[in-house]
């Protein structure tokens, strides 16, 4: 069984920082794209980060760049969303998920973790 945890989320204030954590079971992440997503009520779930260690592509949604970074630990088959300078507009909940090939399209992804929240009070 593929699954995934995620954790970190929490509230902070405005330019603060936050590291969310997604621990997978029943597969490596060698073999994934890695993706870090964003949804608020009444809105639909956004791409915020994606990666792929297969080629090395990478994908930050516009408002995110320069302040948030997405890496994984296939040793500890854990991925991490670095997320710094947080501002209020990045409070959502935030979802981890993988599928095999790097897509930014999150209808696409396979598998998905149970979502954190994230509060950014100004």
């Known amino acids: 069984d593929v699954q995934l945890q995620a954790s970190g989320g929490g509230s902070v204030q405005a330019g603060g920082s936050l590291r969310l954590s997604c621990v997978a079971s029943?597969?490596?992440?060698?073999?994934?794209?890695i993706g870090w997503f964003r949804q608020v009520p009444g809105k639909e779930r956004e791409g915020v980060s994606c990666?792929?260690?297969?080629?090395?592509?990478?994908y930050y949604e516009d408002s995110v760049k320069g302040r948030f970074t997405i890496s994984s630990d296939n040793a500890k088959n854990t991925m991490y969303l670095q997320m710094n300078s947080l501002k209020p507009e990045d409070t959502a909940v935030y979802y981890c998920?993988?599928?095999?090939?790097?897509?930014?399209?999150?209808?696409?992804?396979?598998?998905w973790g149970q979502g954190t929240q994230v509060t950014v009070s100004s």
């Open positions: 990666f792929s260690s297969t080629d090395g592509r990478a």
């Open positions: 998920a993988v599928r095999r090939r790097f897509t930014v399209t999150p209808t696409k992804y396979d598998y």
């Open positions: 029943g597969f490596t992440f060698d073999d994934y794209a």
